[in-house]
T-cell receptor, first 113, second 114 residues
Framework: KNQVEQSPQSLIILEGKNCTLQ??????????LRWYKQDTGRGPVSLTI?????NTKSNGRYTATLDADTKQSSLHITASQLSDSASYIC????????????FGGGTRLMVKP | GAGVSQSPSNKVTEKGKDVELRCDPI?????LYWYRQSLGQGLEFLIY????????KSGLPSDRFSAERTGGSVSTLTIQRTQQEDSAVYLC????????????FGDGTRLSIL
């Protein structure tokens, strides 16, 4: 069964600190992996997308890594800001089609001043 | 606006009533997706429209759920005889023809069944 597990479920950090969110998956065959940011009451917004051959991708203060051998990904947030408070969702695609996405349960991040 | 628009943003209804949720995708996007997000849970795939192809309805949880996409644009998700377990946020997303994955999400409809 295709699964995506994220950890931690929730995280509180102080403004300006860095943090790393984890995503482990068992989706097969692997096509790509996306990280989304979802603000409370809003729809998810795509941060990064990585295919099998990519092992790191950055989007501003967000850097995602992918190890396709161990089936693990991480999202590193540098110099956190209050606006980073949101849920971060890892999504893995089995065949590059929207009907074959497996969503993780998300990590709820709270950045405090 | 330029994004995916969903309406209503909130809907409260009594158990047993029918509800219709609307999604206006980004103009020109051929693919449209519906997902359900229950409190504290990951997104659950419901249905996927791609151009003029037959929709993938494999994620619909029961025959009380149905969706249409008229003219390749606006989509309506209908839930008949609502149950309390249908309470969730229903998210719509769209993407252009060259992408088979949801690129732009709406802000969802929060459905509460009393």
């Amino acid at each position: 069964k295709n699964q995506v597990e994220q950890s931690p479920q929730s995280l509180i950090i102080l403004e300006g600190k860095n943090c790393t969110l984890q995503c482990n998956y068992t989706v097969s065959p692997f096509s790509n992996l996306r990280w989304y940011k979802q603000d409370t009451g809003r729809g998810p917004v795509s941060l990064t997308i990585m295919t099998f051959s990519e092992n790191t991708k950055s989007n501003g203060r967000y850097t995602a890594t992918l190890d396709a051998d161990t089936k693990q990904s991480s999202l590193h947030i540098t110099a956190s800001q209050l606006s980073d408070s949101a849920s971060y969702i890892c999504v893995v695609s089995a065949n590059n089609a929207g009907n074959m996405l497996t969503f993780g349960g998300g990590t709820r991040l709270m950045v405090k001043p | 606006g330029a994004g995916v628009s969903q309406s209503p943003s909130n809907k409260v209804t009594e158990k047993g009533k029918d509800v219709e949720l609307r999604c206006d995708p980004i103009s020109g996007h051929t693919a449209l997706y519906w997902y359900r997000q229950s409190l504290g849970q990951g997104l659950e795939f419901l249905i996927y429209f791609q151009g003029n192809s037959a929709p993938d309805k494999s994620g619909l949880p029961s025959d009380r759920f149905s969706a249409e996409r008229t003219g390749g644009s606006v989509s309506t998700l209908t839930i008949q005889r609502t149950q309390q377990e249908d309470s969730a946020v229903y998210l719509c997303a769209s993407s252009p023809y060259y992408s088979n994955q949801p690129q732009h999400f709406g802000d969802g409809t929060r459905l509460s069944i009393l």
